[in-house]
């Protein structure tokens, strides 16, 4: 059974970082790309970074470039997800999800295994 859980979540203050972790198991860790998503209140899912198999190849939705880095630990069956500078905006549940498909999980913001979310809040 493939378990995806998100850890790291909080309450931070604007400027301030944190770093969401994403554990994957009851699959082959090396065999999916990952991706991070999240969701605020009233507004639609946002694709927020992406990371292949390998780690080769990385990518980041515009709202964040530059703030937020991704990263993985096949040793550890992790992903990461560095934030910094963190603004009010970024409030908003993320979800980690895993996929064999760079185009599904990147592109078109599918996957077949996501986790429950972990809630992240930046205060002003």
């Known amino acids: 059974q493939v378990q995806v859980v998100e850890s790291g979540g909080g309450l931070v203050q604007a400027g301030q970082s944190l770093t969401l972790s994403c554990t994957i198991t009851g699959l ?26 390998s780690g080769g190849t990385i990518d980041y939705g515009d709202s964040v470039k530059g703030r937020f880095t991704i990263s993985r630990d096949n040793s550890k069956n992790t992903v990461y ?4 500078s963190l603004k009010p905006e970024d409030s908003a549940v993320y979800y980690c999800a895993a996929d ?23 205060s002003s």
Request: hydrophobic share 35%.
């Open 81 to 84: 997800l560095q934030m910094n």
């Open 28 to 53: 082959t860790f090396e065999d999916v790309c990952v991706g991070w998503f999240r969701q605020a209140p009233g507004k639609e899912r946002e694709g927020v970074s992406w990371i292949n198999r």
């Open 100 to 122: 064999t498909s760079w185009g599904r999980i990147s592109r078109a913001g599918q996957a077949n295994y996501w986790g429950q979310g972990t809630q992240v809040t930046v």
